[in-house]
C-alpha cells in the first residue's frame, strides 16, 4: 500500500537514537525529507549523514525540547532548509524507574519537562504553520505507562498520561484545520529507555535483568516484546493520507499487554 509521504517534511524528535531513529529512517525509505532533532548533536548527525548516503534527504538540528528558544530554532532550522512542515513525530523522552517515596523534585521536574513540556513546546512552534498550510499530521510518542501507571514509573507515567491529554484536545482544536493528532503507545521493547528500566529494577530488588525482562515477557498475551518496526509502522501509517479521518488516539502496540 502506497502512503503517499514522498516529497513530505517530517520533524522527528528524540531521532537520534531508539525509537526517534527507527522512525527517522523509516521517512526517509518512503521518500520524505527528515529533521532529526535531538540533544545528543554526534550521533543525529550520523544518522543523516548516513541517510544521505542513500539518497535522502535529510537536516540534524540540536534541539533541547524543554527550551522554547531551541523549539523555535528547530522550527526555523526546517523551514529554511525545505520551505515547510508537514509531518511532527514528539519522540523525545526520557525515563527513570524508582519508588515514589524516592522521587525528588528535581526527578520529577526532569521527567515531566522533557517528556510532556518538550511535546507541548515544540508542538506549539510547528501548529502555526500548519494552520497556515491547513494540513499537518502530528504523531506523539506516549506509552504503555500513559494509560496504565506501573509501579516505580509514577512520575513517567504522570508525564505520558499528559501527552495523551494534550494529544485529545489538540485533536478537537485542530480539526478545523485538516491538522491530524494522534497518539502511538509502545509496550516493551529493549530500547536504551528499557535498558535504564531493567538496571533500575535488578538494583532494586536483586534480580538478574534478563530474568526480570524475560518475566515481564512473560505478562504479554502474545508473548513477545515490541520492535522497533512494529513502532515505526504505526507513525509512518499515522503520518500518511491513508490515516486521514482518524484523530485524537492513541494507539497501543503491546502485544495486548494492555487492551483499550
Partial sequence: MELG?????????????GIGRDIAEGFAGEGASVVVSDILTD???ELVEKLTRSGAK????????TRKSDADDLVTATLNEFGKIDILVNAAGIVQ????????????????????????????AVIPHMIAARYGKIVNISSRSGKEAQPGLVHYAASKFAVIGLTTGLAKELAEYDINVNAVCPGILRTAMWEKILDARSARTGIPREEIFASIVDTIPLKRPQELADITSVVLFLSSGISRNITGESV????????D
Fill in 5 to 17: 509521504l514522498k516529497g513530505k517534511v517530517a520533524i522527528v524528535t528524540g531521532g537520534a537514537r
Fill in 43 to 45: 550521533e543525529a548527525q
Fill in 58 to 65: 535529510a537536516l540534524a538540528v540540536r534541539t533541547d525540547v
Fill in 97 to 124: 524507574d524508582i519508588r515514589f517515596i524516592d522521587i525528588e523534585e528535581a526527578d520529577w521536574d526532569r521527567v515531566l519537562d522533557v517528556n510532556a513540556k518538550g511535546t507541548y513546546l515544540v508542538t506549539r
Fill in 252 to 259: 497501543s502496540v503491546n502485544g495486548g499487554a494492555r487492551m
